[in-house]
């Protein structure tokens, strides 16, 4: 069945770009009814939807991210990945990208294990 | 912005017990209402969509009502592994924005 994995630096710099990839396995990433989605939990907080894009590349993004944030997507690896930007200590968070299905009223139904990513000099 | 409020944001029960979470949007979202698990440490897991839909492979004794801007999560009879934070997140708008509710925190009396 499909599985997701986060995968990038556990360490980001103050101002510095936050880079994560997450790979896509054991199904198809390019089929429809589906978005691929990037989600973070801020120590001991609630979860927060950073944003997310269709396999051809349409993006929706959180407001309140949006301009720092780039999410794409590449086919020939089965992968998609998230660039945040200009990050500061309150980036701080554990990242999860999850498969979003359009047919389960765009409930996230398979997720990443998650990667902590701690932002500091 | 649609907002999404949870109550209680704790509780604390026995196995065995019947379980509410109460989930309300700040406007009508009609049936765009999903439920999540998230047990200490690991990703959250998909419970309900659309208000009252069961997830595959989700046990029965979860389920979901609700619609408008006022939706439930009832455990029916609480199980060790059921203990756990419990989210609510709406799909309503176009695109959607996935707004997540705050959580509320089920453990043990």
């Known amino acids: 069945q499909v599985q997701l994995r986060e995968s990038g630096p556990g360490l980001v710099k103050p101002s510095q770009t936050l880079s994560l990839i997450c790979t896509v396995s054991g199904g198809s990433f390019s089929s429809g009814g589906y978005y691929w989605s990037w989600i973070r939990q801020h120590p001991g907080k609630g979860l927060e939807c950073i944003g997310y894009?269709?396999?051809?590349?349409?993006?929706f993004y959180n407001p309140s991210l949006e301009s720092r944030v780039t999410i794409s997507v590449d086919t020939s690896k089965n992968e998609f990945s998230l660039r945040l930007n200009s990050v500061t200590a309150a980036d701080t968070a554990v990242y999860y990208c999850?498969?979003?299905?359009?047919?389960?009223?765009?409930?996230?139904?398979?997720w990443g294990q998650g990667t902590t990513v701690i932002v500091s000099s | 912005d649609i907002q999404m409020t949870q109550s209680p944001s704790s509780l604390s029960a026995s196995v065995g017990d019947r379980v509410t979470i109460t989930c309300r949007a700040s406007?009508?979202?009609?049936?765009?209402l999903n439920w999540y698990q998230q047990q200490p440490g690991k990703a959250p897991k998909l419970l309900i969509y659309?208000?009252?839909t069961l997830q595959s492979g989700v046990p029965s004794r979860f389920s979901g009502s609700g619609s408008g801007t006022s939706f439930t999560l009832t455990i029916s009879s609480l199980q060790p592994e059921d203990f756990a934070t419990y989210y609510c997140?709406?799909?309503?708008?176009?695109?959607?924005?996935?707004?997540f509710g705050g959580g509320t925190k089920v453990e043990i009396k």
């Open positions: 997140q709406e799909s309503y708008t176009t695109p959607p924005n996935l707004t």
């Open positions: 406007r009508h979202i009609n049936n765009f």
């Open positions: 894009s269709d396999y051809s590349g349409t993006t």
């Open positions: 999850a498969r979003v299905s359009v047919t389960a009223y765009y409930g996230m139904d398979i």
């Open positions: 659309a208000a009252s």
